[in-house]
């Protein structure tokens, strides 16, 4: 779905960028009331875990690959606006870096992928939310069905976007179907690598998952034959590990999974590549401003061991990833912390 330099016109992509900075404005202010001193780091973790699992393209159709977008999976884990910041870090790190999507299209894709994909997610989820029971199974499913959807409504995006600015003369109908049916299966890979994902982290530390607070089931106790809440616990109950450990092992499986398993990565075209060469979007494509990045198409450069190369970026990438997105959320949530304790705040 990363859209490349051409593709787009320049006043359209204009507008696009215009409303991705607003909307990370927005999000900005939203993340300093999602974040607290406990899902602060999570959150970059959620960064650096979405740049690695990006790398893992899977197969979907004859020739045609597809990968997960990840904004299903921020917005649950650390919220919405939290959600549109992880994700754009992600994109910036992607075209900065790694030459993959277009910087001219950044604007593009922060709105497709980021706001998009999480916007969406997050209404599907909360609404699911409002009429399954209450609890954690409910958490997984409801991610399961947001994260289906958001892909096929980011392929709606992409084709309006188009059809307000595409460079090329194809019929908007033929790009609606061909978008919309591919990334249809690319939304069940998607589906089932958020609930995963979201029903993993549940299962150890439900605290630290932004759906799912305030989902806790009160215990019942039955007095003189009626059904009654029991009293809270004095206690919170103890958690399954450690955020510090639960940071650690997810920085480590992001690292193996760039480092190691994105070598196995299906190597056919994602769903807009495939979509673009057959209907011919790509005629007017530009070559990236960042072609010649030492890190370009995922590869170090002057390393000629393909494996070797495509892990130590897939490595680095990660970790530029984690420590940007780390920084970003640090100042977010010191920000916060500012602001609480400013005398207007607190009615001095």
């Not at 997050?122 to 409002?130: D, H, I, P, T, W």
């Not at 970790?319 to 912390?337: D, H, I, K, Q």
Request: proline letters at 4%; glycine letters at 12%.
């Amino acid at each position: 779905m990363h859209v490349p330099d051409g593709f787009i016109d320049a006043p359209t992509s204009a507008v696009t960028g215009v409303v991705a900075a607003g909307a990370l404005a927005v999000s900005l202010r939203g993340a300093r009331r999602e974040l607290d001193e406990k899902t602060a780091p999570l959150a970059g973790l959620v960064a650096a875990f979405i740049f690695a699992v990006q790398m893992l393209n899977f197969p979907v159709a004859a020739g045609t690959s597809g990968h997960l977008l990840g904004g299903a999976l921020a917005a649950i884990l650390v919220g919405p606006c939290t959600g549109v910041l992880c994700v754009s870090v992600v994109l910036l790190m992607q075209g900065v870096l790694f030459a993959d999507g277009g910087l001219t299209a950044l604007g593009v894709n922060i709105t497709d992928m980021a706001i998009v994909t999480t916007v969406v997610s997050y209404a599907v989820f909360r609404g699911l939310l409002a009429v399954l029971p209450r609890g954690r199974r409910s958490v997984t499913v409801a991610s399961f069905v947001a994260a289906l959807v958001s892909v096929p409504a980011a392929a709606v995006a992409f084709t309006l976007i188009y059809a307000a600015g595409g460079t090329t003369d194809v019929p908007l109908g033929k790009v609606a179907t061909a978008m919309i049916g591919v990334h249809v299966l690319i939304g069940v890979g998607e589906a089932f690598i958020t609930a995963l994902t979201v029903g993993a982290v549940i299962a150890v530390r439900p605290d630290l998952v932004h759906g799912a607070r305030g989902l806790q089931q009160r215990l019942k106790l039955r007095v003189n034959g009626a059904l009654v809440d029991a009293p809270a616990p004095t206690a919170p109950v103890a958690a399954r590990t450690s955020r510090r450990t639960l940071w650690a092992t997810g920085l480590v499986t992001s690292l193996v999974l760039a480092g190691f398993v994105s070598f196995y990565a299906s190597a056919s075209p994602d769903g807009l590549e495939k979509v673009a060469h057959d209907k011919g979007i790509d005629k007017k494509e530009e070559k990236h401003a960042a072609s010649g990045s030492p890190l370009a198409d995922y590869g170090v450069k002057d390393v000629s061991d393909a494996r070797l190369s495509g892990g130590l970026a897939g490595v680095i990438g990660v970790g530029v990833t984690v420590v940007a997105g780390s920084a970003v959320f640090w100042a977010v949530r010191r920000r916060r912390g500012a602001d609480d304790a400013s005398p207007l705040s607190t009615g001095a």
